[in-house]
């Protein structure tokens, strides 16, 4: 086994499979989406012909949403897995939102939760889409005041509820829109079902990963992850690599990598963020380049999948530097990424 090459593969960063950007997303059932234009590369470097058009077109057509999920982070899903994803993982989010309140000593009992939910769904009904301070004059226009925390705290909290979601895109800022009117044709799932599902959309685009990368990703609980991997059968088979136990699905492949391939990757990327066993893509000395102690994810520079160095995507000249001296990175390949880059994203503002 070489997992290095196989997450080059299931990733899609390797031999993309899919044209249509909701379908990428659709396959990794959650894509980290922190940085609002980042998330927009990371989508598109994963399918066959980069475009910046389509992944708006998928966005605004509401099969690509943003919202806050897994790990109480930001993430993108495919819209009509939205409704199940959101039962399956909803108590567990709410429990980490809980605890930052608690944290920041916010206390927003249910019924102000309601009230305000309920005014920012009076509010939106028949818009298409809207920016957040369209809502918090929504509620200014009814006397209410609140400080900037506690404001968004209840969008966050409309957002678990199944009201919320993201709205069309916009250049720089967040909009928002009901979940009712930018979602069609939702899937209706048991519990089992999701579970399963989820399980199987991780170790799909993931694999080869181990129970606690799919742990830490999914932010559920070990029984819960214990009894998605058993409810998938034979589909997962399990493969020992120095010394720990990973799980590979039956539709991994194995053909497609190219040696030499270079990949300039976003910040917060799934290939580096969707897993806990990062070291065997990235040497732990090199870890502070990748990402801080509080969870910051830098843009990072893969070479045949291995992370050696850093790039800056608003730079002209792609700012990169190498923290592995060892790795020689061909210029052909950088400027090929960078061209990509730029003709998708690189003029959009």
Request: one cysteine or more.
């Amino acid at each position: 086994m070489n997992p290095v090459t196989q997450r080059l593969l299931s990733q899609q960063l390797a031999a993309p499979q899919f044209k249509d950007p909701a379908e990428v997303v659709s396959w990794f059932g959650a894509m980290q989406a922190q940085d609002y234009k980042s998330m927009r590369w990371a989508v598109s470097m994963r399918t066959r012909k980069p475009s910046a058009k389509a992944f708006e077109k998928a966005y605004n057509d509401g099969r690509i949403i943003r919202t806050h999920l897994l790990r109480t982070t930001w993430q993108l899903l495919a819209g009509e897995d939205l409704g199940w994803m959101l039962k399956l993982c909803r108590r567990k989010a709410l429990a980490g939102l809980r605890g930052w309140m608690h944290a920041n000593s916010v206390d927003i009992p249910l019924d102000e939760e309601k009230h305000i939910s309920g005014i920012f769904g009076e509010a939106l009904a028949g818009r298409d889409s809207v920016q957040k301070e369209f809502l918090a004059e929504a509620l200014r226009e009814r006397d209410i005041q609140m400080t900037e925390q506690r404001f968004s705290y209840h969008l966050r909290l409309a957002e678990l509820s199944g009201l919320l979601c993201s709205g069309n895109l916009h250049p720089t800022k967040r909009t928002l829109a009901l979940v009712s009117e930018k979602v069609r044709n939702p899937l209706i799932l048991t519990h089992e079902e999701s579970l399963a599902l989820l399980t199987r959309k991780y170790f799909r685009s993931h694999g080869p990963a181990t129970l606690e990368d799919f742990v830490w990703w999914s932010g559920l609980n070990v029984n819960d992850c214990r009894r998605g991997i058993a409810s998938l059968g034979g589909e997962l088979r399990t493969e020992h690599w120095k010394g720990r136990d990973f799980f590979v699905h039956e539709d991994a492949r194995t053909r497609g990598f190219r040696r030499g391939s270079v990949l300039l990757l976003p910040a917060f990327d799934e290939y580096l963020i969707g897993y806990k066993s990062r070291d065997i893509v990235l040497h732990p000395t090199h870890t502070h380049h990748a990402h801080n102690n509080s969870g910051i994810f830098y843009p990072i520079v893969a070479l045949d999948g291995y992370i050696v160095g850093n790039w800056s995507p608003s730079s002209p000249s792609g700012g990169l530097t190498l923290f592995d001296e060892s790795s020689a990175l061909p210029s052909d390949a950088i400027q090929e990424q960078l061209d990509i880059y730029r003709s998708t994203l690189g003029s959009r503002r």
